[in-house]
């Protein structure tokens, strides 16, 4: 079974970067990748999504020019650049594949595979 292990997250301040990862235990070619988070005492929120064929990242309408979803079908991997972080980004952030597609709010749909999820703190 395809598994996802995420790093990257920490503690940054508002205004900061970080950059979290995701790599796959097999090929993901063939799928749609996408990023979740959650916020403390929140639902599970979209974040952002790329197609199989790579066409181009979608994004909630928060993150939008901040945030940029990229993957490498070689590496299995894929990576979310966050920048000018603000405190309401803080969560626990989730990669997950699955068949797609992506849609224009960056939702992942018909995703069957899970990452365990890594924190990312915004504070100063």
């Known amino acids: 079974q395809l598994q996802l292990v995420e790093s990257g997250g920490g503690l940054v301040q508002p205004g900061g970067s970080l950059r979290l990862s995701c790599e796959a235990s097999?090929?993901?070619?063939?799928?749609?990748i996408g990023w979740f988070r959650q916020a403390p005492g929140k639902e599970r929120e979209t974040v952002s999504c790329i197609n199989s064929n790579h066409d181009r990242g979608y994004y909630r309408w928060s993150v939008r020019g901040r945030f940029t979803i990229s993957r490498s079908d070689a590496r299995n991997t894929m990576t979310l650049q966050m920048n000018k972080l603000t405190p309401e980004d803080t969560g626990v952030y989730y990669c997950?594949?699955?068949?797609?597609?992506?849609?224009?709010?960056?939702?992942?749909?018909?995703?069957?595979?899970w990452g365990q999820g890594t924190q990312v703190t915004v504070s100063s």
């Open positions: 997950s594949v699955g068949v797609g597609p992506c849609d224009t709010d960056g939702r992942l749909w018909n995703n069957n595979y």
């Open positions: 097999e090929f993901i070619t063939n799928y749609a």
